[in-house]
């Protein structure tokens, strides 16, 4: 079975090369294709001779997610679904504003936190994106923005279908290709990851060290109105997410936003408003 070409580690990369005679050059070649010009077959890749693209299409595929409908709303927002190798579809958003222009990215197919105001938590979890899937929807949305208001994108945020610190390691991977020189080259300050509040990922994110910005989707500042909205909550309370969030802060300095959605008579009285304040 051929392996994804985006997700094999350099070191495999560079093995195969040596293995097959190739100069060590052209994996820099091989790799500006990848991650700086988006490519997403071995034909697109001109300047290798055509003997090694042969030879990596022999050995290699591309998993890639694709384009498959878009939806455009009046007030310029579109949505697009995006179709992956098994014909499984995620949902991409791409939202203008007079400065900005923000890609939301999906991380998993459907989620399994079950959230009672999400639509993605109805429909459990079918797997997780792998890091050349969410780098795909980044590229490719990057391109429609360009396309469609004349600018690049100014602002990513992990905000779509999937819970992303669920989905770690690929999430981070895909982040670095997303931020490298190498790659798109997005400054890490302009990414932000929304998750419902994993305390001991968000405490790893600190220890890794990471750049990009956090959105807790909160929701609720008490802990029982918090676990009706929330399951996740019933696992992880309040204090806890709290303390992670805090360290979180304390060592990257990243900026923290709090997600709160209003439901009438839950969560929208005086009281939830000063408990807020407090947390």
């Known amino acids: 079975m051929k392996k994804d070409i985006r997700e094999i580690s350099q070191e ?12 060590k050059f052209r994996i820099k070649q091989l790799n500006e294709w990848l991650w700086e010009k988006g490519a997403n077959s071995f034909d697109q890749m001109s300047s290798l001779s055509k003997d090694l693209r042969e030879l990596l299409n022999e050995k290699f595929e591309f998993k890639s ?14 949505k697009f679904s995006f179709k992956l190798f098994d014909d499984k579809l995620v949902e991409g958003v791409l939202i203008p504003s007079k400065k900005r222009v923000t890609a939301c990215i999906s991380s998993q197919i459907g ?4 959230c009672t105001f999400c639509a993605t938590g109805t429909m459990g979890l079918s797997r997780n994106l792998s890091s050349s899937e969410i780098f795909d929807q980044v ?12 600018r690049s994108l100014t602002n990513i945020v992990f905000m779509g279908m999937g819970e992303p610190l669920l989905n770690y390691n690929n999430l981070l991977k895909a982040i670095h290709h997303i931020t490298s020189e190498k790659g798109m080259g997005v400054s890490p300050r302009r990414i932000t990851v929304s998750t419902a509040g ?7 994110l600190a220890d890794d060290e ?3 910005n956090l959105a807790i989707s909160l929701h609720s500042a008490n802990n029982s109105k918090r676990n009706v909205l929330m399951p996740i909550n019933q696992k992880i309370n309040l204090t806890e997410l709290r303390n ?3 360290y979180f802060y304390d060592k990257t300095g990243s900026r923290v936003t709090y997600e709160y959605i209003l439901f009438k008579d839950l ?6 408003a000063q408990k807020l304040a407090q947390f």
Do not use: P
Not at 198 to 203: R, V
């Open 139 to 150: 590229f490719k949305l990057n391109e429609e923005s360009e396309k469609n208001y004349g």
């Open 267 to 272: 969560n929208d009285n005086i009281e939830d």
């Open 244 to 246: 992670s969030v805090r």
């Open 65 to 78: 997610a694709k384009i498959d409908q878009e939806f455009k709303s009046t007030d310029g927002t579109i």
């Open 111 to 114: 989620c399994s936190l079950d």
């Open 12 to 23: 495999e990369l560079e093995q195969f090369f040596l293995e097959n005679n190739q100069q």
């Open 198 to 204: 994993l305390s001991k990922q968000i405490i790893k």
């Open 210 to 212: 990471v750049r990009f």
